[in-house]
């Protein structure tokens, strides 16, 4: 099956610890991207990358770090200088033009 | 001003009328538009793009697209209470590849 997973589904972090959130496709898309949604808002870009061991910054990446080692991989890390990291994590993947989606991580800081 | 804004919500429509959710934005070198559908608790699902002037049908639902009012809009025929959901407008500025701004979402729902 072609698609994109995500893991974990949810993830409880306490205050001052970093995570990471795994994102892997085999659409064999260049370009993958992260986004957080907090309730009843949009999708605010967090990082992309259009290539391997190439990702720039999005609207929202202070207290985030991103690496692309590999094509079908992005992995997030939610750092503690992330001040309010609870939210829903969606990692996107596009082979041309149109972005398609994980089925998302949804994080809770204790 | 947002550079994306979708009509406020929630929208209520009764079953088999149409839905019709409206988007604006602010930057005028956009080129791509798109349509996402988000259940509850869910990721959003990509239903409608459009690229050019116009409509474009495909199925119950049709987008169309004012580049010169920097208007798009997503029309749901004989709408189906599955139909309720967040519907997310996003816009691809074209100045950076791929990279999508998206509106707040209108809430959707259609009831019996």
């Known amino acids: 099956d072609g698609g994109i997973t995500q893991s974990p589904k949810y993830l409880f972090r306490k205050e001052g610890q970093n995570v990471t959130l795994s994102c892997e496709q085999n659409l064999n898309h260049d370009a993958m991207y992260w986004y957080r949604q907090d309730p009843g808002q949009g999708l605010r870009l967090i990082y992309y990358s259009q290539i391997v061991n190439d990702f720039q910054k999005g609207d929202i990446a202070e207290g985030y770090s991103v690496s692309r080692e590999k094509k079908e991989s992005f992995p997030l890390t939610v750092t503690s200088a992330q001040k309010n990291p609870t939210a829903f994590y969606l990692c996107a993947s596009s082979g041309n033009n149109e972005q398609f989606f994980g089925p998302g991580t949804r994080l809770t800081v204790l | 001003q947002k550079e994306v804004e979708q009509n406020s919500g929630p929208l209520s429509v009764p079953e088999g009328a149409i839905a019709s959710l409206n988007c604006t934005y602010s930057d005028r070198g956009s080129q791509s538009f798109f349509w996402y559908r988000q259940y509850s608790g869910k990721s959003p699902e990509l239903i409608m793009f459009i690229y050019s002037n116009g409509d474009k049908e495909d199925g119950r639902f049709t987008a169309q697209l004012n580049k010169a009012s920097q208007y798009v809009s997503l029309l749901i025929r004989d709408s189906q209470p599955s139909d309720s959901a967040t519907y997310l407008c996003?816009?691809?500025?074209?100045?950076?590849?791929?990279?999508?701004?998206f509106g707040q979402g209108t809430i959707l729902t259609v009831h019996p």
């Open positions: 996003a816009v691809n500025g074209g100045t950076s590849y791929g990279k999508l701004t």
